[in-house]
């Protein structure tokens, strides 16, 4: 017998040798320079909301408390501002507008977009189409909705009446009765505000599990008990959170009033925003237009203290 020789295959690995870790003064060196890196990127943003938003809020809370005029030298007064302001007759006006405004926009504003987002989230053809439809509004410059709305609420030739009249049915003043100017107001404002809204509830839908409704349709729950045990719950944080931008907000409607119906009539649009332009640039006093931005400031800032405060609370507690 012939006897067969076995060969083997040696294969060699190329080890690489180990490298030893930089010196701690390496690492220390090029983690400075990273952070330096980044803050130098940061430092056009800090920049900008130095120059163009701490320093303006700074700065009005200074002539809040002085006489200014520009072009002259300003003069301490103390609280002389705020006591001005209180005595005003708009004071009480403006307030009470604004306040009203706002309670009518979360009436109104805060569930029409939730019911939107709804609809939209349900839809199984044409949904990119629908989203555009919905967030065109906020596309057009709001001086240009305003005006489009002021056309459309017109009690003579407006499309409102034309199409109330075409139906047989009673018009309205619109903007110019002063029943009826708030809350056509607010009607503009939630049309021209709310594709945002509903893009962000329709994020937070689609981010739901869709085990949690296959259980809930399991235990026999029907739509409305599937959005008030799932649907609500699952997106509480968006909820609270837009309500609280929602409120701030509208807290500072400006461009409706301004365009649409310039405070009146009889005062009834004058909201604190409006009074803040009126004292700044029609009765060029600068003080008291800076006493009421001190204000809403503080008001504004008080109420998202105590809000976070609160919702942080419970949502603890759950």
């Known amino acids: 017998m012939t006897r067969t020789a076995q060969r083997r295959t040696v294969t060699k690995v190329a080890v690489r040798p180990m490298q030893a870790p930089p010196p701690a003064g390496d690492r220390r060196r090029r983690r400075l320079t990273d952070q330096a890196r980044a803050y130098g990127f940061l430092l056009g943003g800090l920049v900008c909301f130095a120059l163009f938003s701490w320093y303006p809020a700074i700065r009005a809370v200074v002539i809040a408390f002085q006489k200014y005029t520009p072009g002259s030298d300003p003069e301490w007064v103390g609280t002389a501002n705020f006591t001005r302001v209180f005595a005003d007759p708009e004071f009480a006006a403006a307030w009470r507008n604004t306040l009203t405004f706002t309670l009518l926009a979360l009436l ?3 569930a029409i977009p939730f019911v939107l987002a709804l609809v939209l989230n349900e839809l199984r053809h044409a949904k990119a189409f629908f989203r555009v439809v919905v967030y065109l509004p906020v596309m057009i410059p709001p001086v240009v909705s305003a005006l489009l709305w002021k056309w459309f609420y017109d009690p ?8 109330l009249r075409a139906l047989h049915l009673p018009t309205s003043n619109w903007s110019n009765g002063a029943d009826t100017a708030l809350i056509s107001l607010v009607i503009v404002s939630t049309w021209a505000n709310m594709g945002g809204t509903v893009l962000i509830y329709l994020a937070a839908l689609q981010s739901i599990p869709g085990e949690l409704y296959e259980a809930a349709e399991l235990d026999g729950a029907n739509l409305l008990q599937r959005i008030r045990h799932v649907t609500i719950p699952q997106t509480r ?5 837009l309500m609280l931008l929602q409120i701030i907000a509208t807290m500072q409607v400006f461009t409706e009033p301004f365009v649409i119906t310039g405070g009146g009539p009889e005062n009834a649009t004058v909201t604190v925003l409006y009074l803040i332009y009126k004292y700044a640039f029609l009765y060029n006093d600068f003080g008291g237009a800076c006493a009421l931005s001190v204000m809403l400031l503080a008001l504004l800032g008080a109420f998202s203290a105590v809000y976070l405060r609160l919702t942080r609370t419970e949502g603890e507690d759950v």
């Not at 003579?156 to 199409?163: K, R, S, W």
């Open 237 to 241: 944080f968006v909820i609270l959170m």
């Open 108 to 110: 109104i504003g805060f």
């Open 156 to 163: 003579g030739t407006g499309l409102a009446n034309e199409t």
